[in-house]
Structure formats: C-alpha cells, structure tokens
C-alpha cells in the first residue's frame, strides 16, 4: 500500500530556533497533504493543507507565519515551526490523499520538545 | 461545524472479553467514517473503512457499525487481546477529516 514517511521521528530543540519537519509520499504523488498537531491525550487537530505550486491553507487560530508549510514537489511538503517555544512541543503528524477523498495515508509523525 | 466524540475515554478489560467502542458525531453529512488505531508515539493505522451508504464493515475480530442518521458509529472486538492495547479514533470526512477524542483500550493478561 502506499507509504508517507516523516522525517524526523523525534525533534529536541530549544526555545527560540527554528524547525523543519519532511512529510513525503513514498510510491505516490500527492497534490495535496495535511498536517495534524496532537497534544498528549488529545485527539488530532487540522492545522493546515498544503498544496503543491501554491499557498497552504491554514485552519482557523494556526498562525501562518508560525508555521510555515512548502509544497515544493509532488511527493514533498514541509513543515516548518519558526521560533519554537515551550508550547508548540507536540505530535505532528502528515497525511496524503491517494485516489478517493476517502483514502489517505498517515505518516508516522513526529515528536517536538521544544526546552 | 463537525463535532466527533468518543465514549468512554478510556476503558480497561481482561483478555477475552468482547467490548464496544463508541463514536458519536454532530452533522450527519459525512462522506464516510474510519476507524484508526494509534500505538503511543506512533502514527495511525487505519482499522476500518465505512462508506455513508453502508451500515456495516468487518476485518477479523473486528466490526464497525454506522448509523449516519443518529450520528452514532461503533467499533466491536471481539475475544481481545493485549495487542490490542491502543488509542483508537474515528474520524468523519466531509470536508476534511474531524477526528475524535480517542479511546484509551488496555486488554490486561
């Protein structure tokens, strides 16, 4: 079945810096990919859509200039926590549609402590 | 907008007890309805898959029910086993995916 991997599994950095987080269709392209943010004991939440050649779509209360998301190619998008602090320390996970508006395929996510 | 909630938020059983996982959800127009499973700090493994149309969907030990009327969806194990020890979320798509609280599942030996 078709594959999305993220990259990396697990982030620890400090207060301040910045991160990028890969999201990559491995057998399939993706015109289109979600990126989720997870806090402990919470359920996913829709931070954004990332389409490829254009501008993200970015879900109500995620700031834009905060989370930066670039569709460069069909199987690749980033994520990108600018100026991380303490409180963006989540599980951040991606997901690309393939065939129906039904199908998707997870990522695996990704762990961000920020110290 | 969507509302997807899950009941009870966590739940303990021995090993081999049948247990059902609920799933309730505000608009009724949805396009379908999944079920997920969530291994801790893992990503999501998708368990089922049920159209709008359908009523019902089964893979082995497990059965999805939806009832897009009532807004009610359920997930039955059956004979559980410590494997099965996982979050498990529904999510409804209509215009996106609303995922809901999740289900904390321990099948104790």
């Known amino acids: 079945g078709a594959v999305v991997s993220q990259h990396p599994s697990r982030v620890i950095c400090k207060s301040g810096t910045s991160v990028k987080i890969e999201c990559r269709s491995l057998d399939f392209q993706a015109t289109t990919m979600f990126w989720y943010r997870q806090f402990p004991k919470q359920s996913l939440m829709l931070m954004a859509t990332s389409n490829e050649g254009s501008k993200a779509t970015y879900e109500q209360g995620v700031e834009k200039d905060k989370f930066l998301i670039n569709h460069a190619s069909l199987t690749l998008s980033t994520l990108t926590v600018t100026s991380a602090h303490p409180e963006d320390s989540s599980f951040y996970i991606c997901s690309a549609p393939t065939g129906g508006k039904d199908t998707q395929y997870f990522g695996p996510g990704t762990r961000l402590t920020v110290l | 907008k969507q509302e997807v909630t899950q009941i009870p938020a966590a739940l303990s059983v021995p090993e081999g007890e049948n247990l059902v996982l609920n799933c309730s959800f505000t608009?009724?127009?949805?396009?379908?309805l999944q079920w997920f499973r969530q291994d801790p700090g893992k990503g999501l493994t998708s368990l089922l898959l049920?159209?709008?149309?359908?009523r019902e969907q089964t893979s082995g030990r497990l059965n999805a029910s939806l009832d897009k009327s009532s807004g009610r969806s359920t997930l039955y194990i059956a004979a559980s086993q410590p494997g099965d020890s996982a979050t498990y979320l529904c999510a409804v798509t209509g215009n996106q995916f609303y995922f809901g609280t999740g289900t904390s599942l321990t099948v104790i030996p």
């Open positions: 049920i159209q709008s149309s359908q």
């Open positions: 608009d009724s127009a949805i396009y379908n």
